[in-house]
């Protein structure tokens, strides 16, 4: 399907002098144009390695097996010119921390034509054109003074703002947002949120959103995929996942949130354990160490993909489809 | 029953510009209200949550407090007794304890961790039989194996060095707590840990905590009292669990209804708040909220709002407190139709 992005069974590893890291095992996902696609999962689950491995940006060190189909054309085996081509025009990144995503010395105006390179049709002043348009569109006002600042004479909000504008000024068919507004106060993440939900209207391409924020996933996005240890354990339709979810990981991490139990809790829950350590996987289910109800098989049979609905699948022994 | 903290009209004041600018500038320079009339008061055992958006001053109050920072006026009692001067402070900070944000960076990177949980008794002088005796129970009472002792702070994982931070500020067996942003970068299966650990603690120690943070979801779990604050003033204090219920400011009111609901049935479809917090540099006229409230009234925008008792134990900072929840949500609908949304 045009525009549309198929990762299947996409593995990562990290090699160093510890032996190598098992970041990213057969992970499958895709995503259609017109969908907000979330990828969930708390520190160490691998979403930032997937996030690196679909903007192409992996370090040096990293091997990658299985494939990456954006559109029709296989990333992974891409060579190196037509990736980066692909990169920043098809495909854009808004991080973190919009701080580190600008140059510090440049303006804000300045930065966002250069983001515009690819667009050869236009001269410097359309280009200025469409980044004033832009800049109000996601909500800043006094776009021509802005475009004169600097990066630190914006505030956290108004940053993560320009960076949307600069995502979107490059047309991208994939916009990937990483943790958006992990580095906000809530009520900017409110109106970030309100933001991105705003632009989805109109903007027909896929967005995926990353954060470990049951929050922000539940109010953001279509379709869901859960992460633990460098693998996908669930994947669905968001009402699937908070509402009918299947996998023991994904049960305990959404039962941890505080922000579901409206009454005062003597004692929050957690989830007992520690991570697997990836440069060893276990032979069986990642999530078997700290489950609550493992099976015979779970500790050194891998589980399998149950598929619970068209679009529901979990990766679990315990779970029938 | 003295209360264990009691903090009357603080004032903080920090000078704008550096010390370059100091210097070259005779005359003295404007100074600028962090802090303003902030009046709190804690009792033994008690949790109260600091909640606020960055900038709010949680934080400088926090620091005011243990007199890290000097207050411009007001006053601060610890224990029944007025704090004044260096060595008052010192001998309160003997009994209060602060958490820091960072865990790992308020460890010290070269020393390992026998010697950061003993140094706070080194540091005032207290006598101890074997140093690592003493280590060692601090580890088992935060729940970490005694061979902890020889690591070094970056080998420890931010849940187990907020373990670490614990057992230090716990070290001196403080009447109170001072805990900045506890489970900031923290997962959700390991904030529940470290908070858990802190409310095992506390029932069992006896001590105070006042919980500095932004994390709503979290604060209503582990905090008796809650004081709001917005531009370096309390806008807000109540018991935990009648703040939520019924929220009487504005920003409290809209701070609750931002935070994202991990439900995908109960998304809100409109926005809370438009905006962003000003700066202190230039406090709005009247009531500092006036520039975002939904509910601003022509009022609002001359005359700052008195810190009055509202009901029998909360207080709030507006000219027109709410009364009802479907009355704020009414507003907060009608200001987001307005904008055309």
Redesign the interface.
Known sequence: MTGSLAASDLSVRYETPHGNVHALRHVDIEAHPGEVIGIVG??GCGKSTLVTALANLLPANARIEGSIAYDGVDLVNLDAHRRRLLRGDEIALVSQDPMTAFNPVLTIGDQLVDFQHHRKDLDRAQKKARIAAMLTRVGISDAERRMRSYPHEL????RQRAAIAAALLTDPGLLIADEPTTAL???????I??LLRELRREYNGIIMVVS????????L?DRVYVMYAGEVVEGGE??AI??DARHPYTR???A???????E????????PG?LPNLTDPPAGCIYASRCERTLAPCHNVVPPRVKLSASHIARCHGVRG | MTPLLEIEDLSVNFARGGMINRLLNPLPLPSFNILDGVTLSLMPGQTIGLVG??GSGKTTLARTILGLVRAAAGRIAFEGKDVLTGADFRAMRRRSAMMFQDPIASLSPRLRIGSLLTEPQLIQGLPMADRRTVAKTLLAQVGLPASFIDRFPHEL??GQARRVGVARALAMKPHLLLADEPTAGL???????V??LV?ELQRELGFAAMIVT?N???I???SDRLAIMYLGRLVETGP??EV?AAPMHPYTA??I?????????Q??HH????G??PSVFRRPSGCEFHTRCPLVQPRCRLEPPAYRRAGTNRMVRCHYPLETCDQEKEAFARASENKGN
């Open positions: 708390e520190s505030s956290g909000g108004m106060d809530v009520t900017m993440e409110a109106q949120i309100h470990h924020h049951l929050g922000v996933i539940a109010e996005c968001v009402d908070f509402h305990a991490l959404l941890c949130d505080p922000a579901r139990f409206p005062r809790l003597e004692r929050l829950p957690t989830i520690t | 958006e960055s994982s931010g997962d959700v299966s390991v904030q529940g840990d908070l858990n409310g932004h709503l979801a979290m209503r779990h582990v935990t669990q939520f809209t701070l209804r931002s935070e994202p609901v991990p439900d995908p049935r998304r809100s926005l809370a708040v438009t962003e917090i």
